[in-house]
């Protein structure tokens, strides 16, 4: 493996069968013209067929019970509030917040410009938003201890 | 799954605890699944984060199955005590190989030779460009062949010392 030949590194995609038909017409046409090439080829072939032809481990009989067991338990606070503040859930919170503070800004207004249906916009303001509440409970927001958790979150992480 | 954990972590243990919170957490995430992107490409997506997440803890330095599982496996190898030894061997030096390999040479090198995962699917999987995968993969199964030389270069001098 002195010198490197261009086509070396197609030789794994080579062997794999993964290159369109022109690039492998390329490489077969290079190997025959090649010894080097052509032994580097057997070496990574017979290599491969090796390695592929390795045992693995099977799963134990255990396995299957205890994942349906994790299925059947709830999942853990900490896991909970991971999720919660993955970018995807956290950015609509934030969005549902500014949309509650717009809403009751709103219905200050409307409070005095005339009678309101506060009930019926509530209502759709929790249709529109059931999602991210669902994840609000979820997390247990409303809870002193989980949100002392929550602030306490980024040296909860970093405690093996 | 425990096939896959188990060339991160090189402990058949652990990779099944591995497997039980990967399935776990897909379970959870059901609804952040679109039906747009192959199951199979999304569960090695989640897998192979889980796995590369376990192994930048640091616990996992040593790829090299146990005793024990040496054990294990070069029985599954073949009939005969010398295939079993070489069975044994070569596992070493793929443990030794993963182990030398970048995080995403060791993902796309284990979903390529012993999930059978074409180049493509592995590319999905890594958030890659086939070209990116190609090569991956040809440099992992590089680093393998090298391992393997290592061992035939020892096995050689050692028998010819005998």
Request: charged fraction near 25%; hydrophobic fraction near 45%; aromatic fraction near 6%.
């Amino acid at each position: 493996m002195s010198e490197h030949h261009p086509i070396e590194d197609e030789l794994t995609a080579y062997i794999d069968g993964e290159l369109s038909e022109l690039d492998l017409q390329r490489v077969k046409a290079a190997i025959a013209a090649d010894p080097k090439l052509a032994a580097l080829e057997a070496l990574l072939r017979s290599t491969i067929t090796a390695v592929e032809a390795l045992p693995s481990p099977q799963p134990s009989q255990a396995l299957r019970r205890a994942v349906l067991n994790g299925l059947d338990a709830p999942a853990s606070f900490r896991e909970r509030l991971q999720q919660w503040f993955r970018p995807s859930r956290l950015m609509p919170a934030v969005g549902l917040a500014a949309v509650a503070a717009l809403v009751a800004v709103i219905a200050q207004q409307g409070r005095q410009a005339g009678p309101l249906h506060e009930a019926e916009e509530e209502q759709l303001y929790v249709a529109q938003n059931l999602d991210v509440l669902e994840d609000l409970e979820l997390a247990g927001l409303e809870s002193a201890e989980d949100l002392e958790v929550i602030a306490q979150l980024d040296s909860l992480e970093a405690t093996p | 799954m425990v096939r896959f954990a188990w060339r991160f972590v090189g402990s058949q243990g652990r990779a099944e605890e591995l497997a039980q919170e990967i399935f776990l957490k897909l379970y959870r995430s059901a609804k952040s699944y679109r039906p747009s992107a192959k199951f199979k490409t999304f569960l090695f997506r989640v897998a192979t984060n889980h796995c590369l997440n376990e192994v930048r803890r640091g616990d996992y330095q040593r790829m090299e199955p146990s005793k024990e599982e040496q054990h294990d496996t070069s029985e599954a190898v073949g009939q005969r005590p010398d295939d079993a030894l070489e069975g044994k061997q070569l596992e070493a030096a793929v443990g030794k190989a993963l182990h030398g390999m970048s995080e995403r040479e060791r993902a796309a090198f284990s979903m390529c030779r012993f999930e059978g995962m074409a180049y493509r699917e592995i590319a999905d999987a890594l958030d890659a460009s086939e070209a990116a995968v190609k090569s991956l993969i040809h440099r992992a199964t590089l680093q393998v062949v090298k391992q393997v030389e290592v061992l035939r270069a020892g096995l050689s001098a050692t028998g010819s010392e005998a």
